[in-house]
């Protein structure tokens, strides 16, 4: 069954069913908030509206500075800027922190394996997120990492992705209203062979009722010309074929990048629930001029104001309440989801 609100008002069936669910069942939930796009250099107002709906983490999605450049000391400070302001400091005093990067703080717009600076780059994402001086990711090539978020027994698998370290060459568009095509089909990577390995050796080995994959750009919309997933199509293939194999429960996207926000959705053969992907995009700064594009798994309204994503899990009912929230902590969107 699936549950989805694209405008302010709930069914009364599901208003019903929320609170039926919640007086006899003794609801179990508890949320992670995550977002993109972050300009150090412009104020973030939305860390005090997040904080009111008391996530347990927050993850970030990428972009999380922007500072496109091989000089490692101005990256440095950049992140010291983002990382000491006042707010996100009271901000993530009492929760988790985790995420990737993108392609402005990993110092290449729309870069991939050829910068050069990228393993000087991710120790300082890494000491940005707080990551562990012992943690494997310190020791290996790219920033994927993995998290059980474990409160009293109810779990949710974080898997996050890398799509810059390893990403092969892109392809120009011909037509010039778009930036990107796809490669043909099985030329080049997003997260090479190391990274694919242990991807499916993470959903194998999952045994939580809830999986969330980070991926810094989209995997569902990919007729907008810019990055995203589908300019591998072949890697679309694959995510969805070891994520069916590996019978992860409740697994989905979130992603960034864009400075919009939406939801898309697809029916994946042989998969029992639908493949979402979550976009929330941006924290500082947004694409407010957009006036809309083709995404054939688009549900519900795109938003263009300043946001972040919420993640509500409800562990007794097997859902997921997927909200973009904006300033003064306004509700922009919903999809529920149940698994």
């Known amino acids: ?50 904080d009111k709906n008391l996530p347990v983490a927050w993850i970030w999605g990428g972009d999380n500075v922007y500072s496109d450049t091989e000089d490692m000391n101005a990256l440095k400070e950049n992140y ?17 922190i985790l995420g990737t990067w993108d392609d402005h703080d990993y110092g290449l717009n729309d870069g991939g394996e050829e910068y050069p600076y990228k393993r000087a780059s991710q120790q300082l994402l890494l000491d940005f997120l707080g990551t562990a001086k012992d943690a494997p990711e310190r020791f290996r090539d790219g920033v994927y990492n993995s998290r059980l978020i474990n409160v009293d027994g109810n779990k949710v698998k974080i898997i996050v992705l890398d799509t810059r370290f390893f990403r092969t060459a892109v392809t120009k568009s011909l037509n010039s209203k778009k930036r990107f095509q796809p490669n043909h089909y099985g030329q080049g990577t997003i997260l090479g062979e190391a990274q694919w390995k242990w991807l499916e050796q993470e959903l ?22 810019f990055e995203c997933w589908g300019n591998f ?3 679309i293939d694959k995510l969805e074929k070891i994520i069916v194999a590996s019978k992860a429960k409740g697994t989905f996207i979130i992603s960034g990048d864009r400075h919009i926000a939406t939801f898309s959705s697809k029916k994946v053969p042989n998969l029992n629930y ?31 104001e300043k946001n972040f994503g919420l993640l509500q899990f409800d562990f007794t009912n097997h859902l997921v309440i997927m909200q973009i929230r904006g300033a003064e902590n306004k509700l922009l969107s919903e999809h529920i989801q149940q698994y």
């Not at 069914?11 to 150090?40: E, R, W």
């Not at 639908?274 to 407010?288: A, E, I, K, N, R």
């Open 1 to 50: 069954m699936i549950f989805a609100r694209t405008k302010l008002l709930y069914p009364l069936g599901l208003i019903l069913f929320l609170i039926t669910s919640s007086i006899h069942s003794q609801t179990k939930t508890y949320s992670i908030a995550f977002g993109s796009c972050d300009n150090q250099r412009l104020k973030n107002e939305l860390w005090k509206s997040i």
């Open 80 to 96: 010291a800027i983002q990382k000491n302001d006042a707010d996100y400091l009271e901000f993530r005093a009492n929760k988790q």
């Open 204 to 225: 194998n080995s999952s045994e939580a009722p809830f999986n969330v994959i980070v991926s810094s750009i989209q995997l569902l919309s990919d007729k907008h010309g």
């Open 233 to 235: 199509p072949h890697e």
């Open 274 to 304: 639908p493949l979402v992907d979550f976009t929330s995009s941006g924290l500082t700064h947004v694409y407010s001029s957009f006036s809309g594009e083709e995404n054939p798994y688009q549900i519900g309204k795109v938003v263009a």
